[in-house]
């Protein structure tokens, strides 16, 4: 077989460091477009083909984003290298699993931290040659990628001649990945069983210009210095999407507020308290009226009609979740907004979803203090809700807030419903052709 890759530089000291007698820990990386993720399938690829019968793992923070983002660029990779399915390799088409005719394998593996995993007990047993992790700086701690860790040198090292390691790409992030790898080079004290190999777009020969003027044109100020010119040196305040002095200033009292009047409401779920906010739109400012945690034994569809009638609100000024019980609202309420987080952004903005987009322009409208409270009530649980909310790394040139499951954890395992009220409001402030959008 007769494979002709042309790694960029950085690839090829990547390849280098991955077949010295050494290294066991490589971290690769530090700005988009760099590279990073082809050069890592890549020499996985490689690795499989000139050792029969490794066994590698393919890791990342969450297993949808590992099939639906990483293994596509390992697909790339397959095709680029002119490989064949079922001749020079097999996948597994449920569990994504990528076995060579020589024997070896690549196994995806999902590294998230989940409350019914605390020590990450799946990866316990695993049998591993070396391991190989996509944007590590997405987990939550560095507990998994140590447990991973134990599990490579595992599997026929000796025999095949392949040192254990973990080699993982990354963007600039404020984890473990910081201490361990990159303030220790820059002081150049790394220990030798470690490398940081810096890759930035401008390492990338193959990079469109196209794509860098659409970073420049699409980030704002902190993701661009992070993630094209690779800064590390940020502090971890800068992921704050809420400031308390911000919050703080949204309470006022004895000011004319005008504008139509609006309900959103995040619906009960299990044992939850479904949740009401009532806000009037006077065009670019949102005036809170009032914050409603609804009795348990009331039903989504029995409180939304009681705030109507209270409130005299028409069903069209109604928004609400659409996600889950929501489905079953539309019957009742055709006239109301439902809100689908994982709708396409209104506009041609990079966010994740439309929930993400709506997460950042509540915090752009509280920032700017176009967000007036005209009430007390739930006060601290909505400060908390609010600074629960943190930017995470960009993945594929998206903006995202973290997880869900995140901010439930820096919340104590409560669900931030109040703050989902005001997230789901921020559909009337978007607009699109000067026309408004809903989700």
């Given at each position: 077989?007769?494979?002709k890759?042309?790694?960029?530089?950085k690839?090829?000291?990547?390849?280098?460091?991955?077949?010295?007698?050494?290294?066991?820990?490589?971290?690769?990386?530090?700005?988009?477009?760099?590279?990073?993720?082809?050069?890592i399938?890549?020499?996985?690829?490689?690795?499989?083909?000139?050792?029969?019968?490794?066994?590698l793992?393919?890791?990342?923070?969450?297993?949808?984003?590992?099939?639906?983002?990483?293994?596509?660029?390992?697909?790339?990779?397959?095709n680029?290298?002119?490989?064949?399915?079922?001749?020079?390799?097999?996948?597994?088409?449920?569990?994504?699993?990528?076995?060579?005719?020589n024997?070896?394998?690549?196994?995806?593996?999902?590294?998230d931290?989940?409350?019914?995993?605390?020590?990450?007990?799946?990866?316990?047993?695993?049998?591993?040659?070396?391991?190989?992790?996509?944007?590590?700086?997405?987990?939550?701690?560095?507990?998994?990628?140590?447990?991973?860790?134990?599990?490579?040198?595992?599997?026929?090292?000796?025999?095949?001649?392949?040192?254990?390691?973990?080699?993982?790409?990354?963007?600039?992030?404020?984890n473990?990945?910081?201490?361990?790898?990159?303030?220790?080079?820059?002081?150049?004290?790394?220990?030798?069983?470690?490398?940081?190999?810096?890759?930035?777009?401008?390492?990338?020969?193959?990079?469109?210009?196209?794509?860098?003027?659409?970073?420049?044109?699409?980030?704002?100020?902190?993701?661009?210095?992070?993630?094209?010119?690779?800064?590390?040196d940020?502090s971890?305040?800068?992921?704050?999407?809420?400031?308390?002095?911000?919050?703080?200033?949204?309470?006022?009292?004895?000011?004319?507020?005008?504008?139509?009047?609006?309900?959103?409401?995040?619906?009960?779920?299990?044992?939850?308290?479904?949740?009401?906010?009532?806000?009037?739109?006077?065009?670019?400012?949102?005036?809170?009226?009032?914050?409603?945690?609804?009795?348990?034994?009331?039903?989504?569809?029995?409180?939304?009609?009681?705030?109507?009638?209270?409130?005299?609100i028409?069903?069209?000024?109604?928004?609400?979740?659409?996600?889950?019980?929501?489905?079953?609202?539309?019957?009742?309420?055709?006239?109301?907004?439902?809100?689908?987080?994982?709708?396409?952004?209104?506009?041609?903005?990079?966010?994740?979803?439309?929930?993400?987009?709506?997460?950042?322009?509540?915090?752009?409208?509280?920032?700017?203090?176009?967000?007036?409270?005209?009430?007390?009530?739930?006060?601290?649980?909505?400060?908390?809700?609010?600074?629960?909310?943190?930017?995470?790394?960009?993945?594929?040139?998206?903006?995202?807030?973290?997880?869900?499951?995140?901010?439930?954890?820096?919340?104590?395992?409560?669900?931030?419903?109040?703050?989902?009220?005001?997230?789901?409001?921020?559909?009337?402030?978007l607009?699109?052709?000067?026309?408004?959008?809903?989700?």
């Open positions: 077989m007769n494979i890759y042309e790694p960029t530089p690839g090829h000291e990547l390849w280098e460091v991955i077949n010295d007698s050494e290294t066991t820990q490589i971290l690769f990386g530090g700005g988009a477009g760099s590279g990073k993720s082809f050069s399938m890549a020499s996985m690829i490689l690795l499989c083909l000139t050792k029969p019968g490794i066994r793992a393919l890791c990342r923070k969450n297993y949808t984003t590992l099939r639906k983002t990483t293994m596509v660029s390992m697909y790339e990779v397959i680029k290298f002119g490989l064949r399915l079922d001749t020079d390799l097999k996948i597994n088409g449920s569990s994504g699993n990528i076995k060579f005719a024997g070896s394998e690549i196994i995806p593996i999902e590294l931290w989940a409350p019914s995993e605390p020590n990450y007990e799946r990866l316990q047993g695993l049998l591993l040659t070396a391991a190989f992790i996509d944007e590590v700086g997405e987990l939550v701690d560095e507990k998994g990628y140590n447990i991973l860790a134990s599990r490579v040198g595992r599997w026929k090292n000796t025999e095949l001649s392949v040192k254990p390691m973990i080699v993982s790409t990354c963007n600039p992030s404020q473990f990945l910081k201490e361990k790898f990159y303030d220790a080079w820059k002081r150049g004290t790394l220990p030798k069983h470690l490398k940081f190999i810096p890759a930035l777009i401008t390492d990338n020969p193959h990079m469109d210009k196209a794509y860098i003027e659409n970073l420049k044109n699409s980030l704002d100020e902190f993701q661009l210095k992070r993630l094209l010119y690779g800064d590390w940020y971890n305040d800068d992921l704050d999407l809420f400031k308390f002095q911000d919050i703080k200033a949204m309470y006022v009292k004895n000011i004319d507020k005008g504008g139509e009047l609006y309900l959103s409401v995040d619906l009960a779920v299990s044992r939850d308290n479904t949740v009401g906010l009532l806000f009037r739109k006077d065009n670019d400012y949102m005036h809170v009226e009032d914050i409603i945690v609804a009795n348990r034994d009331i039903s989504n569809d029995q409180f939304i009609k009681d705030m109507m009638n209270e409130y005299k028409p069903q069209k000024n109604i928004i609400y979740d659409a996600s889950g019980v929501g489905n079953d609202l539309r019957r009742m309420f055709p006239l109301a907004k439902p809100f689908a987080g994982n709708s396409k952004v209104v506009g041609k903005e990079n966010y994740q979803n439309i929930r993400h987009q709506c997460i950042f322009k509540l915090s752009k409208m509280v920032s700017e203090n176009y967000v007036k409270m005209y009430t007390d009530k739930e006060r601290g649980r909505l400060s908390s809700e609010l600074q629960a909310h943190k930017r995470a790394a960009v993945v594929e040139n998206r903006v995202k807030v973290i997880p869900k499951s995140e901010i439930k954890k820096n919340l104590g395992g409560a669900s931030p419903d109040i703050s989902d009220c005001f997230m789901m409001a921020m559909i009337l402030w607009k699109k052709s000067g026309k408004k959008q809903f989700a």
